[in-house]
């Protein structure tokens, strides 16, 4: 029953979203905590927005209120608040540095999946016009293989891996792909996954990092993995986080800064057919429908 009333959202939500545009989805996501990936985030979202592109970045760790912490700005409403006291997407959205927008998710997330017909079809109307307000959606994801981590990567259609040198690094990256490809909803032709190295030495070292988990992911799991560049170590991203002010804003001339740069401008660069632009509300439709399945 659940499945129907899903699919026939899912067939409203297309109809609707032909007289709407849809922004891009990329999901951020690694396979343990502490290796940078908010950091990537949110840096992302102001080099895009550097680029002349609206950005938003969803905080769907509902464990952890990351994107908040590293801006400094504490929001007033979350995705919550828009499930269920009938705040508008406008109001649960937080300005942050440049004009980039960020949503906590907080308990939010995890109540998605128990939403009644018409609380869920309220909400992809909001989301919606979400799309319509942004070029780029953001959706810093959960770290490790908890189930919502999981099923928003099963559900973007855009992914970026974040792996350092360190061993467990890649071992649970490995692992988080692993679980991605046990699942029956992972359709490989429809997932684009590609990998950033932060905190490395030198580019000889984010390469080798590459090679390690793209050469055993490719053998044992079928998957292609892409390499989208790397992120030098370098303590001026440690003091940024400190400050709670992105590198890209407190040392934009710096070499992390330029790497970003880099990185930003390589995937506004990608061909449109390799893009697979859906927007949030088809993303988010699709994480209800995978939390249900499991």
Do not use: W
């Not at 080099?47 to 007033?76: T, W």
């Not at 030198?202 to 992120?231: A, P, R």
């Not at 710096?254 to 390589?266: D, G, K, V, W």
């Not at 893009?275 to 499991?294: C, D, Q, R, T």
């Amino acid at each position: 029953m659940a499945m129907d009333q899903a699919d026939k959202l899912r067939k409203k939500m297309e109809e609707l979203k032909e007289q709407a545009p849809t922004a891009r989805v990329i999901a951020v996501t690694s396979g343990k905590g502490g290796v940078g990936k908010t950091s990537l985030s949110v840096n992302l979202a102001l080099q895009f927005r550097e680029q002349g592109k609206r950005v938003v970045i969803l905080d769907a760790d509902f464990g952890l209120a990351n994107v908040e912490v590293m801006l400094g700005i504490r929001p007033v409403y979350n995705l919550a608040d828009l499930i269920f006291d009938n705040k508008s997407i406008e109001e649960i959205i937080t300005e942050g540095p440049m004009g980039i927008g960020f949503i906590s998710g907080g308990s939010g997330v995890q109540d998605l999946v128990n939403l009644d017909k018409d609380k869920l079809k309220k909400l992809i109307a909001k989301l919606i016009k979400l799309d319509s307000l942004y070029d780029i959606v953001i959706i810093d994801t959960g770290a490790g293989i908890a189930d919502s981590v999981i099923e928003f990567v099963l559900s973007s259609p855009e992914v970026l891996l974040v792996v350092t040198p360190e061993p467990t690094s890649i071992t649970d990256s490995y692992s988080l792909l692993k679980a991605v490809n046990r699942k029956k909803e992972f359709v490989r032709e429809q997932k684009s996954i590609r990998v950033v190295t932060n905190r490395v030495a030198n580019k000889s070292e984010g390469e080798e990092i590459y090679d390690k988990i793209s050469i055993v992911v490719s053998k044992f799991l079928n998957i292609d993995l892409d390499y989208l560049g790397y992120i030098p170590d370098d303590k001026r991203i440690v003091n940024a986080v400190i400050e709670q002010k992105p590198i890209s804003l407190t040392a934009p001339d710096s070499e992390p800064a330029i790497h970003l740069r880099n990185i930003c401008n390589r995937l506004l660069n990608l061909p449109v057919d390799e893009e697979k632009p859906e927007g949030i509300a088809k993303v988010l439709l699709n994480f209800i429908k995978n939390k249900k399945k499991s």
